[in-house]
Nanobody
């Protein structure tokens, strides 16, 4: 199982992006899933987590701006990012929570800059 991310780009502060992640596996519905952010100094942190039934938790710095969601029938998870800030810049990955190293995809770059 590996995850493939898409939807990143360059956006001005205050803008929005919606990231998508698709899984090729058949166990997706059983996984707790998360979006992770790798910052320019190569620190990787989880920013949003969603349980198999849809419960969610967020890193404090993205609460009320980011929304994680999933569709188990489509093997997909999304991250809606609003009111983006320069400190949101990074490479975004999806993976299980906790992450399984062999499942990392290529990620999608998000750059927030004027």
């Amino acid at each position: 199982v590996q995850f493939a991310e898409s939807g990143g780009g360059l956006v001005q502060p205050g803008g929005s992006l919606r990231l998508s992640c698709v899984s090729a596996g058949n166990m997706f519905s059983t996984y707790i899933m998360a979006w992770y952010r790798q910052t320019p100094d190569n620190q990787r942190e989880d920013v949003a987590v969603i349980g198999s039934a849809g419960s969610t938790t967020y890193k404090d710095s993205v609460k009320d701006r980011f929304t994680i969601s999933r569709d188990n029938g489509k093997n997909m998870v999304w991250l809606q990012m609003n009111n983006l800030k320069p400190e949101d810049t990074g490479i975004y990955f999806c993976n299980t929570y906790p992450a399984i190293s062999k499942y990392w995809g290529q990620g999608t770059q998000v750059t927030v800059s004027s």
